[in-house]
C-alpha cells in the first residue's frame, strides 16, 4: 500500500527537494521500500529488507508543496532546498 506525506510543517512551501533518512524496522517479511515525489510509483527500490532487518537508507526526493509517496517506514528529513539557496 502506498501512503502519501506532507512535510508542509517541517520545510518552507517553496522547498523543491528534501533529504531524509527512511527506517524499516522488523518487518514481518522480506519486500522493498521506494520514496518517490508522487505520480506512478517508479520501478526501483530505496531500501531492501528481509524479515527482522532494522535497515536504513538516506535519499534525496523531489518535493512538490512538500508532498511525497512512501511505503511503510520511518522518515528522519536531515535537509531540504529551496531555489532561492541554489546560488
Do not use: Q
Not at 506525506?5 to 533518512?21: G, K, Q, R, T
Not at 519486500?31 to 528481509?50: C, D, H, I, Q, R
Request: glycine content about 10%; cysteine-free; hydrophobic content about 45%.
Amino acid at each position: 500500500k502506498t501512503y502519501s506525506f506532507s512535510l508542509a510543517e517541517e520545510i518552507p512551501a517553496d522547498a523543491v527537494a528534501a533529504a531524509m533518512n527512511v527506517t524499516v524496522i522488523h518487518p514481518d517479511g522480506a519486500g522493498f521500500l521506494t520514496v518517490w515525489p508522487g505520480g506512478e510509483m517508479p520501478p526501483t527500490s530505496t531500501v531492501n529488507f528481509k524479515p527482522g532487518d532494522v535497515v536504513n537508507s538516506g535519499t534525496v526526493i523531489g518535493v512538490e508543496d512538500g508532498r511525497f509517496d512512501i511505503r511503510i517506514a520511518t522518515v528522519d528529513v536531515t535537509a531540504y532546498w529551496v531555489p532561492s539557496s541554489w546560488s
